[in-house]
């Protein structure tokens, strides 16, 4: 069955940079657009980015752009996220999920657990 | 502030009927499919509705969507204890290039 497992997590400093990994299986990995979706503790779900099954395609929201940086590695059927210049109110529960098609058409038909990001000092 | 508007609220009885709107604008639903999530208490979201009215595979036909114009409609009937949860209503804005999610809307079953 589809699997998508979510690692990276943490706490790190304001400013500082992480990378999260999404590490897919159960599925063809290359035949599917994939997002990253995030929730502040006690908030409501917030789209970050999106990936075309070939990585050519990439949108971000308006608050990670220019510090986010979404890709993929078709070889490893991993996604990741690099989230550089971190700020508080990136701090989030980390999502990601799968769109049902190569190119997005911006649903999501599976999700993982997610991981915690918590940017403090 | 979010995109799409949704009641912060519902609640209803047992095997009542209970409908959660999402409102929004001609950049997003009036143009773009709307698709619907249920997440219950610590869990990941899970989708029950894609293309404004069509079920996932596994949902049960008590979950129901409808779109006209800027607005969708999730439908539930026969409410039950476990649909408890949060509802969100996602959409594709075509101004801001963007995924766009309604606020969420907490269902209490009474």
């Known amino acids: 069955q589809v699997q998508l497992v979510e690692s990276g997590g943490g706490v790190v400093q304001p400013g500082k940079s992480l990378r999260l990994s999404c590490a897919a299986s159960?599925?063809?990995?290359?035949?599917?657009?994939m997002h990253w979706v995030r929730q502040a503790p006690g908030k409501g779900l917030d789209w970050v980015a999106v990936?075309?099954?070939?990585?050519?395609?990439?949108y971000y929201a308006d608050s990670v752009r220019g510090r986010f940086s979404i890709s993929r590695d078709n070889s490893k059927n991993t996604l990741y996220l690099e989230m550089n210049s971190l700020r508080a109110e990136d701090t989030s529960v980390y999502y990601c999920a799968r769109d049902p098609t190569p190119i997005p058409r911006h649903y999501f038909d599976s999700w993982g657990q997610g991981t915690l990001v918590t940017v403090s000092s | 502030q979010s995109v799409l508007t949704q009641p912060p609220s519902v609640s209803a009885a047992p095997g009542q009927k209970v409908t959660i709107s999402c409102s929004g604008s001609?950049?997003?639903?009036?143009?773009?499919?709307v698709s619907w999530y249920q997440q219950l208490p610590g869990t990941a979201p899970k989708l029950l509705i894609y293309d404004n009215n069509k079920r996932f595979s596994g949902i049960p036909d008590r979950f129901s969507g409808s779109k006209s114009g800027t607005s969708a409609t999730l439908g539930i009937t026969g409410l039950q204890t476990g649909d408890e949860a949060d509802y969100y209503c996602?959409?594709?804005?075509?101004?801001?290039?963007?995924?766009?999610f309604g606020g969420g809307t907490k269902l209490t079953v009474l």
């Open positions: 996602v959409t594709w804005d075509s101004s801001l290039s963007a995924v766009v």
């Open positions: 990936i075309s099954y070939d990585g050519d395609d990439k």
């Open positions: 001609s950049s997003n639903i009036d143009n773009n499919y």
């Open positions: 159960g599925f063809t990995f290359t035949s599917y657009a």
